[in-house]
């Protein structure tokens, strides 16, 4: 039997429930953006490396283990939430692929070497630095959600650090951050190919996007049809339910 | 009567032809993109002064008009067509709203000043300058298309300096482009603040990208809601077809 502690439950990762994940919503909860950044990724079948910065409790790895037999090693700076990442993949059996490091994506360097990855993924933390008033008063949730602990930027230059010269980054973020997003990339040689905007429903702003670059690349961005989450009548698009439904 | 040119003749600038303009296929035409531009651009209503760089035979201009009264100077490069801009200009009554301008937009601070207009409106070349085996050989086309007489960042550049602070800047350009243009704009302090991409029709790539800028803005950007330009059945889409008939 699984541990778990008492704020813990195990729910479908995907709702099909291939996959189940050990989540708890005053630590650590997967999200639609992990859901989607996982399918938006472009990934090597049969063999390779992958890895995931900022990996929470693992759901991007044992999405992406449902599309490759590439290895796939995730980086988590949260000694609680790397634990149930662990036991995520313990549950889903899937120890012989993915491997998950506890520390900090800055100190990747020489943990992990240089330019050693295929693609690496990150679903990072989204906001600023809050201000002492408006931060979250749960530290696990703060971490994860603010850039306490490392910037867009740290962000951007492990994801340099670890992809092969011409090998990918993939990332979620919200639109407001696209400027962020695109000069960073720039700055560290990642170049834009693929940018996703993602919309809850018709006729609303973006409220998400998804980016791959490649690193060394040279410049030819494309930008992806529209992705919709809802419909009108408030159900899932056909597309966000496969996406979704596995 | 109005004088033209054996290869030019006179158009509907709007569907409604409330508004009318000479054009040449073999000089300048006025394309689609310069009326999704205009109408995307915030403008003052009563008064201000808006510039319009790379006016070609002054479409911009002559559909702003329509929505504010503020003066409207077009800068354009090539004297055939803004001599076309010109009788654009008189044919329909807007002599005292519209001033045109020869000249090169790298020259206009000595003509111009600095930092004078409300509102800077460009639609330029989309292509890097080509090699001499793509030019086209119709040097009209070829300047108002290709990266000849001057670049993007020439471009960005002169949008920066003709902006008030606070003033914004609106372009139409191609999504391959889009990472040159955010850094370009971060470059001269030009801080993107809406940027709406245009689709062919559902389930396509975006073929042009609409972008408003604030100079010295804070970073705050959205993305708007997708613009599609055709249905399935290959009619335009309804707002497609309220941007073009007016």
């Given at each position: 039997?699984?541990?778990?502690?008492?704020?813990?439950?195990?729910?479908?990762?995907?709702?099909d429930?291939?996959?189940?994940?050990?989540?708890?919503?005053?630590?650590?909860?997967?999200?639609?953006?992990?859901v989607?950044?996982?399918?938006?990724?472009?990934?090597?079948?049969?063999?390779?490396?992958?890895?995931?910065?900022?990996?929470?409790?693992?759901?991007?790895?044992?999405?992406?283990?449902?599309?490759?037999?590439?290895?796939?090693?995730?980086?988590e700076?949260?000694?609680?939430?790397?634990?149930?990442?662990?036991?995520?993949?313990?549950?889903?059996?899937?120890?012989?692929?993915?491997?998950?490091?506890?520390?900090?994506?800055?100190?990747?360097?020489?943990?992990?070497?240089?330019?050693?990855?295929?693609?690496?993924?990150?679903?990072?933390?989204?906001?600023?630095?809050?201000?002492a008033?408006?931060?979250?008063?749960?530290?696990?949730?703060?971490?994860?959600?603010?850039?306490?602990?490392?910037?867009?930027?740290?962000?951007?230059?492990?994801?340099?650090?670890?992809?092969?010269?011409?090998?990918?980054?993939?990332?979620?973020?919200?639109?407001?951050?696209?400027?962020?997003?695109?000069?960073?990339?720039?700055?560290?040689?990642?170049?834009?190919?693929?940018l996703?905007?993602?919309?809850?429903?018709?006729?609303?702003?973006?409220?998400?996007?998804?980016?791959?670059?490649?690193?060394?690349?040279?410049?030819?961005?494309?930008?992806?049809?529209?992705?919709?989450?809802?419909?009108?009548?408030?159900?899932?698009?056909?597309?966000?339910?496969?996406?979704?439904?596995?």
């Amino acid at each position: 039997m699984m541990e778990l502690y008492d704020d813990e439950r195990i729910d479908n990762l995907l709702a099909d429930a291939s996959i189940k994940i050990i989540q708890s919503p005053s630590v650590f909860s997967f999200s639609l953006d992990a859901v989607l950044l996982a399918n938006f990724t472009n990934v090597p079948v049969k063999r390779g490396a992958i890895l995931d910065l900022c990996t929470g409790n693992g759901a991007i790895p044992l999405l992406l283990s449902k599309r490759t037999n590439a290895t796939i090693t995730g980086v988590e700076i949260q000694e609680r939430i790397v634990g149930m990442a662990r036991r995520n993949v313990a549950m889903n059996d899937l120890t012989c692929q993915i491997n998950l490091i506890h520390g900090d994506l800055k100190e990747m360097g020489a943990v992990l070497g240089h330019s050693g990855f295929d693609v690496v993924t990150c679903n990072p933390p989204y906001f600023r630095t809050p201000s002492a008033r408006e931060q979250n008063h749960n530290d696990y949730l703060t971490i994860a959600r603010h850039e306490v602990l490392c910037t867009l930027e740290d962000v951007v230059q492990a994801c340099k650090l670890h992809a092969k010269p011409g090998g990918k980054v993939a990332m979620v973020h919200r639109p407001g951050r696209l400027v962020d997003i695109i000069t960073l990339f720039r700055k560290y040689r990642l170049e834009p190919k693929r940018l996703r905007f993602v919309y809850p429903r018709d006729g609303k702003e973006a409220n998400m996007l998804l980016i791959e670059a490649a690193r060394d690349g040279k410049a030819d961005l494309k930008i992806l049809p529209p992705l919709y989450i809802y419909q009108a009548d408030g159900s899932y698009s056909k597309e966000a339910e496969e996406i979704i439904y596995g």
